[in-house]
């Protein structure tokens, strides 16, 4: 009984990190002007590798990556 619970846990842990890099995916990908679903196809597809393709993929001109850098500033700092 010991080794299905163990089982059980690594599998809760491993859903954590296959939809936090599906997060993380969806938040690059819409940061660097493309679709937000985009980013959460890639996620949920390929875990943490589609996080590390967002980040090399190249972000459009217009986007809130070219104009704030790739992490937002504080909303209330001066």
Same mark, same amino acid.
């Given at each position: 009984m010991t080794v299905i619970a163990l089982i059980? &846990?690594?599998a809760l842990w491993l859903t954590y990190i296959w939809l936090a890099s599906a997060i993380v995916a969806s938040w690059i990908a819409e940061r660097k002007g493309y679709a937000e679903r985009a980013g959460l196809a890639a996620? /949920? %597809? %390929? =875990? &943490? /590798?589609?996080v590390i393709?967002?980040?090399l993929w190249p972000a459009r001109a217009d =986007? @809130?990556?070219? @104009?704030?850098g790739a992490l937002p500033r504080r909303r209330g700092s001066t």
């Open positions: 059980g &846990a690594k996620g /949920l %597809l %390929l =875990s &943490a /590798l589609g393709i967002w980040l =986007s @809130r990556w070219k @104009r704030e």
